[in-house]
């Protein structure tokens, strides 16, 4: 339950961190997107094999639309 939610969102925290120092005072760039695509990918496929590679049930489980899901894993070459 609860303890899982927040070991993503410490590792999430922690890497950000870590990508900060490594930038040593540059300015970072796109890091919104970035970040958000870096999760998105892991999110997908653990989703997709958890789901038997069903792409409804892992849309019904994601909250998406199968649609959207079918784009997202095409962005990602995971299809």
């Not at 653990?46 to 019904?60: F, H, I, L, Y």
Request: hydrophobic share 35%; glycine share 6%; aromatic share 6%.
């Amino acid at each position: 339950g609860c303890m899982s939610k927040n070991n993503i969102e410490e590792s999430v925290r922690e890497s950000l961190q870590s990508y900060f120092r490594d930038l040593e005072g540059e300015s970072p760039d796109g890091v919104y997107d970035m970040v958000i695509r870096l999760v998105e990918k892991p999110l997908l496929e653990v989703v997709m094999t958890q789901a038997n590679e069903n792409q409804s049930r892992a849309a019904e489980w994601l909250g998406l639309n199968r649609n959207t899901l079918r784009k997202k894993l095409v962005e990602h070459k995971l299809l």
